[in-house]
């Protein structure tokens, strides 16, 4: 069935608001990737992986927050996405450097340093 089709029948159903306005979700789950877990996650990946392996894979980190109960289960779908935003969010700015003097900003990254007006 496409769109057209489904805008069709809701109208012929519900009424020309109901097939003009957005559909609600029919889902009702709750988030489990809060801050907390969010927190857990970034700090579990930049630590050392476990004994045999040499970097956490997504399934790891996934099976280890259940181990350590941050959560009753997770999907490593869900993990990847929380590692995606964290790093989208870290990536998108220029960050202080606070080893080197007030006037350098470089990248999260360490590249890209650059110096700024003193007045900024």
């Known amino acids: 069935m496409h769109k057209v089709d489904r805008v069709k029948k809701r109208f012929v159903e519900e009424g020309l608001d109901a097939a003009l306005g957005r559909q609600q979700?029919?889902?009702?789950?709750?988030?489990?990737?809060?801050?907390?877990?969010?927190?857990?996650?970034?700090?579990?990946?930049?630590?050392?992986?476990?004994?045999?392996?040499?970097?956490?894979s997504l399934r790891l980190l996934?099976?280890?927050?259940?181990?350590?109960?941050?959560?009753?289960?997770?999907s490593h779908e869900t993990v990847r996405r929380v590692l995606k935003k964290r790093n989208q969010a870290v990536a998108e700015g220029w960050l202080g450097n606070p080893s080197r003097s007030q006037r350098r900003v470089c990248r999260c990254d360490?590249?890209?340093?650059r110096c700024v007006p003193a007045a900024l």
């Open 62 to 74: 996934a099976d280890r927050a259940v181990e350590l109960e941050y959560v009753d289960s997770i």
């Open 110 to 113: 360490g590249t890209g340093s």
């Open 25 to 56: 979700g029919q889902r009702d789950y709750e988030r489990k990737a809060d801050g907390e877990l969010e927190a857990h996650l970034v700090a579990m990946s930049c630590g050392e992986p476990p004994k045999g392996f040499a970097r956490w």
